[in-house]
T-cell receptor, first 113, second 110 residues
């Protein structure tokens, strides 16, 4: 049982490039989400999904797309990278229901130059 | 008012000390409350959920005051391994999405 996995661990992009951050979980969790963490800002929700085929925006969705074609995978796409997207990105998953623990992946450290 | 507010610290305490962290939240409709722990450059991990009646897990005690919209975490007999950032977390008004405080940094020294 690997839990929540994220790839890559580190990535450097040039402004304007696109890429996909991968997230997968093997716990059969319905709920998955993406956060970004910046110094002094705490974790902020980018997008989330309550099940396959269902996604919604969080508080900072601009510049990011998501899709959820399977229960296990929830990739985050950066359409045209900007320096403001330099951050640490965490994927999380949980069972449906507000009282369940959210499990986080180890994070992807992204630098946009 | 920010949705979840915490004193950022840092709190520097000697081993064996008792330390308390406080947190306030703005959404009175929130239903779920948690403390997460985050070690340097690592992912957040659940420390404990917070229940209305208060709850304890070993050296850790969490309290919730819904009337004041206030959550607390008490750590007794601090260990060096307790050094970390403690995140106060509250669910958003609808659904499972979470609001995170910016975290309180704790350093336990020998």
């Amino acid at each position: 049982n690997a839990g929540v996995t994220q790839t890559p661990k580190f990535q450097v992009l040039k402004t304007g490039q696109s890429m996909t951050l991968q997230c997968a979980q093997d716990m059969n969790h319905e709920y998955m989400s993406w956060y970004r963490q910046d110094p002094g800002m705490g974790l902020r929700l980018i997008h989330y999904s309550v099940g396959a085929g269902i996604t919604d925006q969080g508080e900072v969705p601009n510049g990011y797309n998501v899709s959820r074609s399977t229960t296990e995978d929830f990739p985050l796409r950066l359409l045209s990278a900007a320096p403001s997207q330099t951050s640490v990105y965490f994927c999380a998953s949980s069972y449906s229901g507000t009282n369940y623990e959210q499990y986080f992946g180890p994070g992807t450290r992204l630098t946009v130059t | 008012r920010k949705e979840v507010e915490q004193d950022p610290g840092p709190f520097n305490v000697p081993e064996g000390a008792t330390v308390a962290f406080n947190c306030t939240y703005s959404n009175s409709a929130s239903q779920s409350f948690f403390w997460y722990r985050q070690d340097c450059r690592k992912e957040p991990k659940l420390l404990m959920s917070v229940y209305s009646s208060g709850n304890e897990d070993g050296r850790f005690t969490a309290q919730l005051n819904r009337a004041s919209q206030y959550i607390s975490l008490l750590i007794r007999d601090s260990k060096l391994s307790d050094s970390a950032t403690y995140l106060c977390v509250v669910n958003k008004h609808s659904g499972y999405a979470l609001n995170f405080g910016k975290g309180t940094s704790l350093l336990v020294t020998p």
